[in-house]
């Protein structure tokens, strides 16, 4: 499946300063394994070193919180947007 | 210097050291910059207490005018604050007759629904961050509120000469758009819920070079709470209460509340002494009570439904730090349902004169249900934070049918024996 991933500015120094990514993937899980072997590192600042999420990342799928869903198994169908956004903000 | 007024008078020595991860300790010069570039983490103010200490005392803080900047010391400004400058030091009410409704004998009342200028604790945190985003120069600020947030960004803006955007769910009460708009703010309504006004602002501060008070300013913005515990100690004479209930809607309120006695006692300008925090929020929107309950850290977001619209987050920031705070503090943490939450705004009103908020009505419920739990005990001193005004969420309530009558002597006997108390005549 073609997806878009939405790379928040402090990780971008990893991507060449590019904030949309492409990519197949089956599920947000798989597309952060992709975006790993597109961008050697960028992954160890989103997950725990037992591949949880890290607790300040959050990631939605066309909008919604994956917490909400199937977490990093949620299916991801051609054309849908992976979102990565700090979660400190607000209150 | 040609002013003298102590208000603006204001020593310019920071005593900020500088920003340091919560997590990771990473540490960061002072900088619009709220999150770790390493692990994501939450930014805090750090201060040099020891240079603090040598300065600050009881005494100095009493000859300050009645603001929240007597303790500027522990607040992270650089220059002298230029927003907000008459904002804080609200009444700490003894609440006698609420206390025998709830079996408290020394309850007390924090009111900040009369804080200067819009009616809410907000205008704290805001006097700290626009006077800071005037110290790092920003010409445009903003924020994303649920309303009260709003409120005060607008008008303090406004008071300061800076272009405000406001970002709100679209589902606000009308009060609470009004008294935005009307600061000439340019306010922006977005389809959602706060969480996804607050995803959309945390992608904003990349793209434009907007001070956000709660997004790219918030380890700034947050300090500005600690005032509401530094006031609370000093007006019960210095000495901190044995128990305190807080509403939460991020949490950062409760944990700053913590960190202002705890910065007191360090200082020994308290002496030391527990103080159990417990945290009140909507049932409708309780993902830090329930992580309290459950006795875990992890905060599982929820889809907030309550009429308690200042707390509906469901993705609290600073909820995991919340809940431990009240758990390492012997406290606890209660919800309350919108007809318990009305009833406590009455209750309120009724027995203490004081109209809050539906938040406000989320407090007296839960303090209401922690008395009868007997997690609070009689003969302690139990404070409750109101932090915003009943005129802001009327909405929420229904006015009494009106009782209309001639203007004559047996129309009104005629309604005092309706109200069965026969009036008693002269």
């Known amino acids: 499946m073609s997806v878009t991933v939405r790379i928040p500015q402090p990780l971008r120094r990893f991507t060449e300063n590019r904030d949309l990514i492409e990519l197949s993937a089956m599920t947000v899980g798989e597309a952060l394994e992709q975006l790993e072997r597109q961008y050697p590192g960028i992954t160890e600042r989103l997950r725990e070193p037992d591949g949880r999420l890290r607790r300040f990342v959050n990631i939605y799928v066309d909008g919604e919180d994956i917490r909400f869903l199937s977490g990093l198994a949620t299916e991801l169908k051609d054309g849908m947007e992976v979102s990565i956004i700090p979660a400190i903000a607000g209150g | ?426």
Request: with cysteine; proline share 6%; glycine share 8%.
């Open chain 2, 1 to 426: 210097m040609a002013v003298t007024d102590d208000v603006t008078e204001v020593e310019t020595r920071s005593y900020v050291t500088g920003l340091r991860c919560r997590v990771c300790r990473a540490e960061y010069p002072e900088q619009p910059l709220a999150i770790c570039d390493d692990c994501f983490g939450p930014l805090e103010v750090e201060y040099d207490y020891d240079a603090v200490a040598r300065v600050l005392s009881r005494e100095l803080i009493a000859s300050r005018p009645p603001t929240m900047w007597r303790y500027r010391e522990l607040l992270p400004l650089t220059a002298p604050p230029r927003v907000g400058l008459e904002t804080g030091y609200t009444p700490l009410v003894p609440a006698p007759r609420l206390g025998a409704a709830l079996g408290l004998k020394n309850l007390y009342i924090k009111n900040d629904g009369v804080c200067h200028p819009t009616l809410s604790f907000k205008d704290r945190v805001v006097a700290v961050s626009l006077s800071k985003a005037c110290e790092f120069g920003f010409d445009t600020v903003g924020c994303a509120s649920t309303g009260n947030l709003a409120n005060s960004v607008a008008a303090n803006a406004a008071r300061a000469g800076l272009r405000a955007y406001i970002f709100i769910p679209d589902a606000l009460e009308h009060a609470k758009i009004l008294g935005t708009q009307i600061y000439g703010a340019r306010v922006i309504a977005v389809r959602g819920t706060y969480d996804d006004v607050n995803r959309l602002c945390s992608e904003i501060v990349y793209t434009w070079n907007w001070g956000l008070v709660n997004v790219n300013l918030r380890p700034f913005y947050s300090e500005g709470s600690k005032t509401v515990g530094f006031e609370i100690a000093e007006q019960l004479g210095w000495r901190a209460p044995d128990a305190i209930v807080v509403p939460m809607a991020g949490g950062s309120l409760l944990v700053k509340i913590q960190k202002a006695f705890a910065e007191l006692q360090r200082l020994g300008l308290i002496p030391p002494a527990r103080v159990r925090l417990f945290g009140a929020q909507a049932q409708g929107c309780n993902p830090i009570v329930a992580a309290v309950r459950e006795e875990r850290d992890e905060i599982r977001p929820v889809k907030p439904r309550t009429i308690a619209h200042s707390l509906a987050i469901g993705d609290p920031a600073d909820g995991d730090f919340a809940a431990r705070v009240i758990r390492e503090s012997g406290g606890w943490a209660e919800d309350a349902t919108d007809e318990e939450i009305l009833a406590g705004i009455r209750l309120l009103a009724e027995t203490e004169g004081m109209f809050t908020e539906t938040a406000g009505g989320v407090t007296v419920a839960v303090a209401r249900k922690l008395a009868a739990q007997g997690y609070l005990s009689p003969e302690e001193t139990v404070v409750l934070a109101i932090t915003g005004n009943g005129l802001k969420t009327m909405d929420a309530l229904t006015a009494s049918p009106l009782i209309t009558i001639s203007p004559k002597i047996s129309d009104v006997e005629r309604v005092l024996r309706d109200f069965s108390e026969g009036g008693s005549q002269p």
